[in-house]
């Protein structure tokens, strides 16, 4: 094992070129014990990854081989008569994130926008780090928040005016309950809105002057330098970020545990009860050892993984596409 | 003569550090005017001065007049993005916007206009824009390909048509070519005699050939010492300041004692 990876090691490293040759001797071997650290570090990324997948597809393979490919597709969730279903879980975990990222998106890049573009220049560091201040609150605070503050007005304020208003498309209508799946997006898209501006705020601040102002010698306005120069060049930078973000609110458990409402049930209603991947994880954990109800739990935890690393990769495929066009653009002089 | 653009009392600074003061010239419309002097004695920030660049950068202050076509620019009445509509600008750095397609970098202002145009009509603007700016017959079998594929002497021209197909009345340059080859600044030179027909062109250049090639008038611009405000030291025809400038300080940049 040990030999195979050094060798596999030499000759990765050497075809990258990182190995030098020539230097003094003691020059050398400082340089190849730096090459050979920094690639058992990526190294050991991969071996953790490998690992984790093994594992959770070991403990879950009871599961797997008894409800197959029904796992995802049930509703059930039985542990007297061991039959189990994850769609509602699936369903509440993707709803509810991707709720969170249609409000936290455009909320982001206008926080974004202002704070790059338009801000006076002793506003943004303090603005900004505001913004960045909400990351640093823990989620369980983010939960009491919501369960104490947030629902309640929800439930009274906001769900009835948006029954009353756009009652006529389904997901707004049904009782106001206040928790539900719709307050565990509202706290999850104010949980990512740091994370995503942040980052897209960064990339629009790296756009360059001279891009800006080929845009106002134009006779553009500010808004439209920003639409012209600004997002096309920010894009992959911001699709970046919302991936982070969209990873954050997939496995955000504690938070949505304590706002989600924890029903099993699928619901068109935004407005009601449902529940999550994470939490149902969090809520039963403790209670069963072992058995179809793990293995029902962890091939759960299976999934999580898979929608996370599923969309990452979606939104990569999405970033190298623009990205690659912007590359081959910045390669020529 | 009555100037096309006139400035009186021209003065600029940047975070209370005067750069520039005290300029009056009158730029004459259809014809090339070049500013000249050492780096750093404030051509550039007149150049900006002229269509309200400046204003974008915090902390700057303009004092005194840019009467363009009868009206101050910096009148209180005036749209700066008119302004800019009106009179163009070429940077020293080609900055074409390198993922949009190479025709929509030439309409980016035309689509920015209130009002619809008919494809066909951009479309014929574009091809327009792209020949005056000697650039049509390199690109037209690929106008979809990004404005960024293009080498920096193309990318240049491109900015060229694209400040062209707005219509605008006069075009600032700040040095275009510093950053080309012979050839395209050769093809750059060429364009600029053509454009004069039709536009009032103002250009700076490092470059005193240049000035005496492409331009008609030319300023001389000077800062005395480091820390001084630039001033326009002489501006008059281009034959009269490389012959026989009334100015001192004219000359020794001219005979390349300084700068
Ligand atoms: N945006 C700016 N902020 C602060 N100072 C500036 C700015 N632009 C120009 N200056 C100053 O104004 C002076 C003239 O600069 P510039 O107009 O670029 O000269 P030139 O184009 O002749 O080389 C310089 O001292 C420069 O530092
Ligand atoms: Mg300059």
Redesign the interface.
């Known amino acids: 094992m040990k030999g195979s990876l050094i060798s596999s090691f030499k000759s990765i490293a050497s075809g990258m070129g990182i190995l030098s040759r020539g230097a003094n001797p003691l020059r050398r071997l400082g340089d190849s014990v730096f090459a050979f650290v920094v690639f058992l570090a990526a190294f050991a990324v991969i071996i953790l990854m490998a690992l984790m997948v093994y594992e959770l597809v070991r403990q879950s393979l009871p599961s797997i081989e008894q409800f197959g490919v029904r796992f995802l597709i049930s509703r059930e969730w039985d542990p007297i008569n061991n039959v189990y279903g994850a769609l509602p879980y699936i369903y509440g975990t993707i709803v509810s994130s991707l709720l969170a990222l249609l409000m936290s998106v455009p909320l982001s890049l206008g926080i974004a926008i202002f704070l790059s573009q338009f801000a006076?220049?002793w506003l943004r560091a303090p603005l900004g780090m505001l913004v960045d201040l909400l990351a640093a609150i823990p989620s369980v605070v983010y939960g009491l928040w919501g369960i104490f503050v947030l629902a309640p007005f929800l439930g009274k304020t906001v769900e009835p005016f948006l029954a009353d208003h756009l009652g006529g498309i389904p997901v707004f209508r049904g009782p106001a309950y206040g928790i539900g799946l719709f307050a565990a997006s509202v706290v999850l898209a104010i949980m990512i809105t740091p994370t995503i501006s942040a980052i897209s705020r960064e990339v629009m601040a790296n756009v360059s002057r001279?891009?800006?102002?080929?845009?106002?010698?134009?006779?553009?306005?500010p808004w439209?330098t920003v639409r012209?120069?600004v997002l096309?060049?920010a894009r992959p930078g911001i699709i970046g970020a919302v991936i982070l973000g969209l990873g954050r609110a997939l496995g955000e458990t504690m938070a949505v545990t304590m706002l989600i409402g924890n029903v099993r049930q699928l619901n068109v209603s935004i407005f009601a009860p449902a529940y999550s991947i994470a939490s149902v994880i969090a809520n039963e954990f403790a209670e069963v050892t072992e058995g179809p109800h793990m293995a029902a739990l962890i091939e759960m935890a299976l999934i999580l993984l898979f929608i996370t690393l599923l969309l990452n990769l979606l939104a990569r495929l999405l970033v190298q596409r623009t990205g690659s066009?912007?590359a081959?653009?910045?390669g020529?002089? | 003569m009555a100037g096309y653009i006139t400035t009186n009392n021209l003065g600029a600074s940047f975070g209370g550090v005067q750069a520039i003061e005290n300029i009056t010239v009158e730029i004459p419309a259809n014809k090339v005017t070049a500013i000249i002097g050492p780096s750093g004695c404030g051509k550039s920030t007149f150049l900006r001065c002229l269509n309200r660049m400046h204003e974008l950068v915090p902390g700057t202050k303009i004092s005194g007049e840019v009467i363009w076509d009868g009206r101050n620019i910096y009148a209180s009445e005036m749209d700066a993005t008119e302004v800019r509509r009106g009179i163009g600008m070429v940077f020293q750095k080609p900055n074409p916007f390198p993922l949009m397609s190479i025709e929509d970098n030439v309409s980016a202002g035309l689509r920015l206009a209130a009002g619809r145009m008919s494809k066909a009509r951009i479309a014929e603007i574009i091809e327009h824009s792209l020949k005056l700016a000697a650039l049509w017959d390199e690109v037209k079998n690929k106008l979809g390909r990004p404005g960024g594929s293009l080498s920096g002497g193309q990318q240049q021209r491109l900015c060229i048509a694209r400040a062209l197909a707005v219509q605008p009345d006069v075009i600032l340059m700040d040095e275009p070519c510093s950053a080309l080859d012979p050839a395209s600044t050769q093809k750059i030179e060429d364009t600029i005699d053509k454009l004069k027909k039709d536009y009032t062109i103002v250009i700076v250049t490092h470059n005193m050939q240049q000035a005496a090639r492409v331009s008609d008038f030319t300023g001389f611009m000077l800062a005395r010492e480091m820390s001084d405000p630039g001033r326009m030291i002489e501006y008059g025809p281009t034959n009269k300041i490389f012959t026989m400038p009334d100015r001192k300080e004219t000359e020794n940049y001219i005979t390349g004692r300084f700068g």
């Open positions: 006076p220049r001279d891009q800006k102002e080929a845009a106002q010698a134009l006779g553009a306005t439209e012209m120069s096309p060049l066009r912007a081959r653009v910045k020529r002089p």
